[in-house]
């Protein structure tokens, strides 16, 4: 039988060592270098949309809030009749009809969101209106028009004849599924923080070409094609809404920056998590993310090779190729 003497050493000693490895494990585990004070401010957008993070630079630079520069930045591919995944010249759905899902999302966790708008051609600066003047997150279709209406946006007809051609086309094969980076852009998803860390973000998109009417996808969804945390940081999407939405993926993005990853490890997670709960439905569709911490760090992921992203940092625009899982 152990002395009373033993009994009080060895409890002694067992509880010191298990509390010191815990105070190291909490001492190490935690530590990281200290922030790069020019680390910000800094936004980024998914695919090249170097024009729209140049446009909220414009508003960083000045010391401006990172919700007036997203949402300047995501306003450049709106109006932009050449890109034809968002705003006007997005490609209209089956029927004919340009319709619009927008979200956006402030500092404070405030959110607001618009969702099968037709004839506006700003549906991310509508969704801003709806997160400042209304009790709501998200208005659609004719309410959403009806709202803009009201607020003094113009109605306009956002079916370019580029558009129109593409669509009359497809009317005579009527074939109807993704293909991976075909043009090289798609929905635009934008976050930036700004000179005094105060995070934001947009997201943008005229939606799948030729879906069905009334179909919504994960970019007007608060967690799923965005989602913004000002104590831990943002993330944005763009790709097949559907595999998105089922896996709300910025709001996983952000979960796991919350734990201590990286952005690009945190967005690495996010798309394993896709393509292990749909292995057969990421063959033949793309799903990308982007995302930046609280620490000014970025990073971008994608499930195949072709997702690209621009990102605007201590003076320099850049366009960078993002890892992808089947590299």
């Known amino acids: ?27 190490t ?7 790069d004070p020019e680390a910000w401010p800094v936004v980024i957008a998914t695919w090249d949309n170097r024009k729209a993070t140049s446009a909220a630079w414009e508003v960083l630079k000045n ?10 930045g995501a306003r450049v591919p709106e109006a932009d009749p050449n890109d034809t995944s968002v705003g006007y010249g997005g490609f209209p759905d089956r029927d004919g009809n340009v319709t619009l899902d927008a979200c956006i999302m402030d500092e404070f966790g405030n959110a607001g969101s618009v969702t099968f708008m037709q004839d506006i051609i700003h549906a991310v600066s509508v969704a801003r209106r709806v997160m400042e003047k209304t009790p709501h997150v998200i208005i659609s279709g004719e309410g959403a028009r009806r709202f803009a209406i009201e607020e003094g946006f113009p109605v306009e007809n956002l079916l370019t004849d580029k ?15 993704p293909v991976i980076n075909i043009e090289r852009h798609d929905t635009i998803g934008i976050v930036a923080m700004d000179a005094a860390r105060r ?20 970019s007007p969804v608060i967690g799923a094609g965005l989602f913004v945390d000002n104590e831990v940081g943002a993330a944005a999407c763009t790709g097949l809404g559907e595999l998105v939405l089922k896996t709300l993926g910025s709001f996983l993005v952000v979960e796991e920056m919350r734990k201590g990853k990286h952005p690009q490890k945190a967005a690495e997670v996010a798309i394993k998590r896709i393509i292990d709960k749909y292995p057969e439905a990421i063959k033949e569709a793309q799903v990308g993310f982007v995302a930046i911490d609280k ?11 072709g997702f690209n992203y621009a990102v605007y940092q201590k003076g320099v625009n850049l366009m960078l190729e993002a890892g992808s899982h089947f590299s």
Not at 1 to 27: V, Y
Not at 63 to 72: C, P, Q, T, Y
Not at 163 to 177: C, D, F, G, I, N
Not at 296 to 305: E, T, V
């Open 1 to 27: 039988m152990k002395s009373r003497r033993s009994f009080i050493q060895n409890s002694f000693w067992g509880a010191f060592a298990a509390t010191s490895g815990q105070f190291w494990e909490r001492t």
């Open 29 to 35: 585990k935690h530590f990281e270098p200290a922030a």
């Open 63 to 72: 010391g401006g809030r990172s919700l007036d520069a997203v949402e300047a």
């Open 163 to 177: 558009a129109r051609e593409a669509w009359e086309k497809w009317k005579l094969t009527s074939q109807y599924k």
């Open 199 to 218: 995070i934001a973000g947009a997201c943008t998109t005229s939606g799948m070409a030729f879906k069905m009417h009334g179909r919504v996808g994960d």
């Open 295 to 305: 620490k000014g760090r970025y990073g971008a992921y994608s499930i195949h090779p």
